[in-house]
């Protein structure tokens, strides 16, 4: 992947404008603006398939306290799979 740095001027309105180098990297138009103390970070806002992610936490906790999240908060952490 190429890191590329433009100069880039706001207008009167706050508006910039990405170069076209850029956006035709992009595949949409909906993008997020993260502040930070120093610095704007802009990155795309993508749909993300969290279907992806099914199945891939184990964990060895009884099931039957998954309905009282006290017990499953303590066992989770107890066995190191929460933080």
Do not use: C
């Amino acid at each position: 992947m190429k890191i590329g740095v433009e100069k880039i001027k706001m207008d009167k309105q706050g508006r910039v404008i990405l170069p076209r180098v850029w956006r035709a990297q992009l595949k949409t138009n909906n993008l997020y603006a993260i502040e930070y103390p120093a610095f704007l970070k802009i990155v795309p806002r993508e749909k993300v398939d969290l279907t992806e992610l099914f199945g891939i936490a184990k964990a060895d906790i009884d099931p039957k306290i998954f309905g009282d999240w006290h017990k499953f908060k303590s066992a989770a952490i107890s066995k190191r799979v929460m933080k």
